[in-house]
């Protein structure tokens, strides 16, 4: 996610393992860049991105992932407008306090489970 807001191209390399645990995570990856108008595309183990464009908002679905769901919510801060992410209250499996620590960080960040 850093590499979106990073100028120029971003290679990330020796990540094979991440195409194949529970999901797909680099296609993952790049779909959610794509969403938010970063330009990315998956290689046999890793990714490039390239950063440095304004982020779009986006509404996506995080999948069940919490990794996911999380790395939407940061690109999502710095995009303009509202971002959506569908399925978000998956976080709370790896960090049960992600909203509040965002919001005591000044995020306008808000969880609503029933729309989750």
Known sequence: MVAAAARGRTTIGDAKELRVKESDRVARVVALLDAFGVPAEATEDGLVVEGGAPLIP????????????????????????????????????SFPGFVHQMQALGARLELDSAGA
Do not use: K
């Not at 986006?58 to 990794?67: Q, W």
């Not at 769901?69 to 303009?80: E, I, K, S, T, Y």
């Open 58 to 93: 986006a509404e996506v679905d995080a999948g069940d992932d919490h990794r996911i769901a999380m790395c939407a919510a940061v690109l999502g801060l710095a995009a303009p407008g509202t971002t959506v992410v569908r399925g978000a209250d998956v976080i709370a499996v």
